[in-house]
């Protein structure tokens, strides 16, 4: 098993850090700089920042945040929400992202996948999925900030992305966001036998055993919130505990 990594999650809407449960009832979490910033010094891998609201706001990522947060880490940083064009990853790689995560853009024009990995390269592509359950073991691709059911399958969406030049993918479990009852392990299994990329997995983690239970289920990177934003869990006590479950982290 390759070295997991930990990813603290930055949920922004209006410059804030922001969480929920299942994408609604936000609560604030403190600025995005500065949350980034003390990630940075606790041992994060990596850090997502998605500005949530700005694809359904019809506007582009908040540039200047992305910015003044990229100063401020030394470790991966990927940008994804608002995005619309090759222009608009050209703006975010150069404001000091290092990847970028496509969700509604994709789903809607697919090529850009194939068009961003021949240009800026494959590991500089994460592919967004918000999945919800619909029935038995299927599940649907939501996009517009989990407010649109495009009624693509997540299994198929997930083949297909990683086909155009998708170098991850970042999945997250609707149904689990915010709740703490774990992750989807029965989603996470599915789509991480179907997809040869490296698989985050989002949505649901509440205690230690449930970064365990992701990791040995085909997780390459396990991706969290509320637990760290509000100082439930810390990044070195996770590392430690995983490590005495025998699973290497960096």
């Not at 506007?59 to 929400?81: C, M, S, Y």
């Not at 592509?125 to 299927?138: E, P």
């Not at 992750?183 to 179907?194: F, G, N, T």
């Amino acid at each position: 098993m390759l070295s997991i990594r930990i990813i603290p999650c930055l949920d922004v809407a209006g410059g804030r850090v922001v969480k929920g449960v299942n994408f609604i009832n936000l609560r604030d979490a403190g600025d995005p700089v500065e949350v980034a910033k003390r990630y940075n010094q606790e041992g994060a891998d990596e850090i997502v920042f998605l500005d949530i609201t700005a694809t359904h706001e019809a506007r582009n990522t908040t540039v200047d945040i992305v910015r003044k947060t990229a100063e401020q880490v030394f470790i991966p940083l990927t940008v994804g929400g608002g995005i619309k064009t090759l222009g608009d990853i050209r703006n975010l790689l150069n404001a000091g992202a290092d990847k970028v995560s496509l969700n509604s853009i994709a789903v809607k024009e697919p090529q850009i996948i194939k068009e961003a990995s021949d240009i800026f390269g494959r590991q500089c592509v994460v592919v967004a999925i918000d999945a919800k359950k619909t029935c038995g073991n299927k599940w649907s691709v939501f996009v517009h900030g989990g407010r649109i059911d495009t009624g693509i399958d997540v299994v198929e969406w997930a083949k297909k992305a990683v086909s155009l030049g998708a170098g991850e993918i970042l999945l997250t479990s609707m149904d689990r966001d915010g709740t703490k009852d774990g992750y989807d392990i029965e989603l996470l299994k599915i789509v991480s036998s179907s997809a040869a990329v490296p698989i985050i997995a989002s949505g649901g983690a509440g205690e230690y055993k449930h970064f365990a239970e992701a990791c040995i289920n085909g997780a390459s990177a396990v991706l969290a919130a509320s637990l760290f934003h509000y100082n439930l869990m810390s990044i070195a006590d996770l590392k430690a505990y995983l490590k005495k479950q025998n699973i290497k982290t960096r």
